[in-house]
């Protein structure tokens, strides 16, 4: 099956340092990547799609400044947390959907701590 | 717009039971839908897909569900509960020409009880 896998599994940093999250597709080439947030015990918030070669398209109310995405080639993309606040605090879930599939496979997410 | 509603936020369930846990969309078009399930702490993994064909679908781990157009349902089921099961399960909906931008219902967390 389709495996991703993301990296650091959890960060702990200080406030106003930026952070990366590394997301990757293993066994599979994803144009397309997700990065989604979810705050404990809800719903994952989809925040953005990464396009692989082309700039991220961003949902409403995500700061596009603040969450960088960068998709430099089909197997990684990268979220950087920038000037983190401990309300960036949160659990981070990348997904890729392998070519002709239509699903996603998740991540096994990043739990990020900001002191 | 899309959306989806699981009306359920809690269930518990004695092992060994049946399971079933709702999911309801509401989407213009024929949606592709899923459930998956997250561990605490985990990533999440897909369980069962419905694109098209026959509407009963099987999955992983006993589990399976049943596209209802008439009813805009995709209520997923288990006939017989096991302790690992216990977890949070999200339903979702997706486009299929829509980049497979997926959107989530707000989960049932599922409590098994011995």
């Known amino acids: 099956g389709a495996v991703v896998s993301q990296h650091p599994s959890r960060v702990i940093c200080k406030s106003g340092t930026s952070v990366k999250i590394e997301c990757r597709s293993l066994?599979?080439?994803?144009?397309?990547m997700f990065w989604y947030r979810q705050f404990p015990k809800q719903s994952l918030m989809l925040m953005a799609t990464s396009n692989e070669g082309s700039k991220a398209t961003y949902e409403q109310g995500v700061e596009k400044d603040k969450f960088l995405i960068n998709h430099a080639s089909l197997t990684l993309s990268t979220l950087t947390v920038t000037s983190a606040h401990p309300e960036d605090s949160s659990f981070y879930i990348c997904s890729a959907t392998p070519p002709t599939s239509g699903t996603q496979y998740f991540g096994p997410g990043t739990r990020l701590l900001v002191l | 717009a899309q959306s989806v509603t699981q009306p359920d936020i809690h269930i518990t369930v004695s092992e060994g039971a049946s399971l079933e846990l709702r999911c309801n969309y509401s989407?213009?078009?024929?949606?592709?839908l899923f459930w998956y399930v997250q561990s605490p702490g985990q990533g999440l993994q897909l369980l069962l897909k419905y694109f098209s064909g026959d509407t009963l679908v099987q999955g992983i781990k006993g589990f399976e569900a049943e596209f209802k157009r008439s009813q805009s349902s995709f209520n997923l089921r288990k006939p017989s509960v096991h302790w690992s099961d216990a977890a949070e399960y999200f339903c979702?909906?997706?486009?299929?020409?829509?980049?497979?931008?997926?959107?989530f219902g707000g989960g049932t967390r599922l409590m098994v009880k011995p």
């Open positions: 979702a909906v997706g486009a299929k020409n829509a980049g497979n931008m997926l959107t």
């Open positions: 066994d599979f080439q994803a144009t397309t």
């Open positions: 989407y213009g078009a024929t949606p592709y």
